[in-house]
């Protein structure tokens, strides 16, 4: 099993910057991949970035490409997102996601652990 536990979550103004962390604990030594999910009210839940934790291959979102980043504390068995030029359409709840095996990195319905979430709010 593996657990995770987001933090870093807030209230940011339009054009701000705010960082995600995803400290994850347990099973450690079996992740294969991180990533970030978020989900506005009354939307689906939205791929946003993940990181292979030995390759370090990351990907992005379309809707994220260029203002937000991925990255990854092995020490720490932490992922981070650092988010630059925030839109209020980023506004959501932001999930962290784990598996230990190879998957379609997009299809959240893949990943077996989560966090609980962090809210993260965008105003205009």
């Known amino acids: 099993q593996v657990q995770l536990v987001e933090s870093g979550g807030g209230l940011v103004q339009s054009g701000g910057s705010l960082t995600l962390s995803c400290a994850a604990s347990?099973?450690?030594?079996?992740?294969?991949?991180m990533a970030w999910f978020r989900q506005a009210p009354g939307k689906e839940r939205e791929f946003v970035a993940a990181?292979?934790?030995?390759?370090?291959?990351?990907y992005y979102g379309d809707s994220v490409k260029g203002r937000f980043t991925i990255s990854r504390d092995n020490a720490k068995n932490t992922v981070y997102l650092q988010m630059n030029s925030l839109k209020p359409e980023d506004t959501a709840v932001y999930y962290c996601?784990?598996?230990?095996?190879?998957?379609?990195?997009?299809?959240?319905?893949?990943?077996?652990?989560w966090g609980q979430g962090t809210q993260v709010t965008v105003s205009s």
């Open positions: 990181i292979r934790w030995r390759s370090l291959n990351r």
């Open positions: 996601a784990a598996d230990v095996r190879s998957l379609n990195v997009q299809e959240s319905s893949e990943y077996d652990y």
């Open positions: 347990g099973r450690t030594v079996s992740i294969y991949i």
